[in-house]
């Protein structure tokens, strides 16, 4: 790592912040089921958290670019996170529910777009290695997962809440252990405008759409993989193993991207996930009972997130101006929380009139429309990310 890096801060915090999605993921479908919503209300109330990712990420990204403090936005957004859920011991009717997960989400989506940009500002010219300290969140997200998985089946789900409240707390502590950094300045960008004059260069609404695409077609794995993999005969340990083995294929990539980027060209590495995401879909919708072909879908986690993901975080750095980062990476957040959102409610509605297989299938013709899009409107690079 670069002298100077406080390269175990900002690991501790992705730990945290990633474990929270890894106690939400695989199991808040599971927990509303468990207190007996029907899958329509099932997907509305997973929806909402990624509704409130549509608006959230904006405003604070705004803030976090005028105001410059973006630390100060991630360490308020992760203590108004922890107050607003622990709202869910209050009450459980599906009004209330909807509340506290509109009330969080609105906190907790104010904290990782600004987080990425001070992670990135501390790495500066090491832009590359971002995906050796944001493997940490994947490594908390496996502890997560793994370790719910199997606390279920040994206790109530009555627990969940208590669960999640001990890594938001986690996720505040981590906040303040981690020390500011702003952008550097771009110069090759300083020419170019404002975030929306930014936003109107060649292939960047077409990458946004992409972005949107990519977590729509996550719909149904993000709400109902949990109950589905459970309706073919697997147990909840079991189930937490599976996500887990998903996020080791990510830990695995993100060791190796650095390299990856400097053979391939984002447009490339982009291009390839979006086709190896449309497989996956199609595996998981018909085969998962064939625990072989369960085990490589789940491998193929690298590609749908990891490449994803640390892709479209390079994209991002290197489109906008240090002015303008905040609102690239909100931006960003905010067009996966209306993909996810939409994702989770088709999902929700289709889930128990057209059945897994075919709910899958119309999440593997979103990826593959991606694919196309990236294919034929993103321009191709001059250099490769270094």
């Given amino acids: ?28 479908a599971l927990y509303f089921d468990y207190l007996g919503f029907s899958p329509a ?22 803030l976090g670019d005028r105001s410059g403090q973006r630390l100060l936005i991630v360490r308020l957004g992760a203590l108004c996170t922890l107050a607003c859920f622990a709202g869910i011991f209050l009450d459980q009717s599906y009004a209330w529910l909807a509340l506290v997960m509109a009330a969080h989400a609105f906190f907790w989506h104010a904290v990782l777009p600004q987080f990425e940009v001070i992670t990135l500002a501390h790495l500066r010219e090491q832009a590359a290695r971002y995906s050796q300290i944001r493997l940490w969140g994947s490594i908390g997200f496996i502890f997560a997962v793994i370790g719910l998985g199997l606390l279920f089946e040994q206790l109530s789900l009555d627990v969940y809440p208590v669960a999640l409240v001990l890594i938001m707390t986690g996720i505040v502590a981590g906040s303040f252990w981690v020390p500011n950094a702003q952008p550097q300045q771009r110069p090759e960008l300083a020419g170019q405008g404002g975030f929306l004059r930014q936003l109107r260069r060649p292939g960047m609404l077409a990458f946004y759409v992409c972005v949107g695409l990519m977590q729509l077609s996550n719909g149904p794995y993000y709400t ?44 490339t590495v982009l291009l390839a996930s979006f086709l190896i995401t449309a497989l996956r879909w199609l595996l998981l919708g018909s085969l998962a009972a064939y625990l072989p072909v369960l085990l490589l879908a789940q491998c193929m986690h690298a590609a749908t997130f990891g490449a994803f993901h640390a892709a479209s975080i390079h994209f991002v750095q290197r489109s906008f101006g240090d002015r303008q980062q905040g609102q690239g990476q909100a931006l960003y957040a905010s067009l996966s929380g209306i993909g996810g959102a939409l994702g989770a409610l088709y999902a929700g509605y289709s889930w128990k009139g057209l059945g897994p297989a075919w ?28």
Wanted: net charge positive; glycine share 8%; proline share 5%.
């Fill in 359 to 386: 709910t899958f299938a119309l999440a593997s013709l979103v990826a593959l429309l991606a694919a196309l899009v990236i294919a034929t409107r993103l321009p191709p690079e001059r250099h490769r990310t270094e």
């Fill in 41 to 62: 209300r099932i997907g509305e109330l997973v929806a909402i958290p990624m509704l409130m990712r549509c608006m959230a990420p904006n405003l604070w990204g705004w």
């Fill in 224 to 267: 109902f993989l949990t109950l589905h993999l459970e309706s073919v005969g697997y147990s909840r340990g079991a189930i937490g193993m599976l996500w887990a083995l998903g996020v080791v294929a990510e830990i695995l990539l993100f060791m190796c991207m650095a390299r990856l980027l400097q053979r391939h060209t984002l447009r």
């Fill in 1 to 28: 790592m670069t002298a100077n890096l406080p390269y175990w801060r900002l690991s501790g915090f992705y730990f945290f912040y990633f474990a929270l999605l890894g106690g939400t993921a695989p199991f808040l």
